[in-house]
């Protein structure tokens, strides 16, 4: 079992900076991958940005240049660093944890955390 515990959300204007945070606990040893996603009311879930296994990192489009994920392995915490936002990024942002199981992978999430940026 893994459980992630989130922080970081909240309300700012467009252009605005908000740092997420996601601390990691249990049985992480089989990690595949670590991130965030972003949800709205009436769309699906959708990947925002993730760390691989092997330490590279990916993006949705949309986001590149704008924000950075990084972490702290000795805390288990994973970061997304949201610089020059804007009212679309407005969504719940839930930290993901997927890892290795026999026969394929399971996925972990966070409770969410609400960022709102006003226009």
């Known amino acids: 079992q893994v459980q992630l515990e989130e922080s970081g959300g909240g309300l700012v204007q467009a252009g605005g900076s908000l740092r997420l945070s996601c601390a990691a606990s249990?049985?992480?040893?089989?990690?595949?991958?670590m991130g965030w996603f972003r949800q709205v009311p009436g769309k699906q879930r959708e990947l925002v940005a993730v760390?691989?296994?092997?330490?590279?990192?990916n993006y949705i489009d949309r986001v590149k240049g704008r924000f950075t994920i990084s972490r702290d392995n000795a805390k288990n915490t994973v970061y997304l660093q949201m610089d020059s936002l804007k009212p679309e990024d407005t969504g719940v942002y839930y930290c993901?944890?997927?890892?290795?199981?026999?026969?394929?992978?399971?996925?972990?999430w966070g409770q969410g955390t609400q960022v709102t940026v006003s226009s």
């Open positions: 760390f691989i296994r092997d330490g590279s990192t």
């Open positions: 993901n944890v997927r890892t290795y199981v026999t026969g394929g992978y399971r996925n972990y």
């Open positions: 249990g049985s992480i040893s089989n990690l595949n991958t």
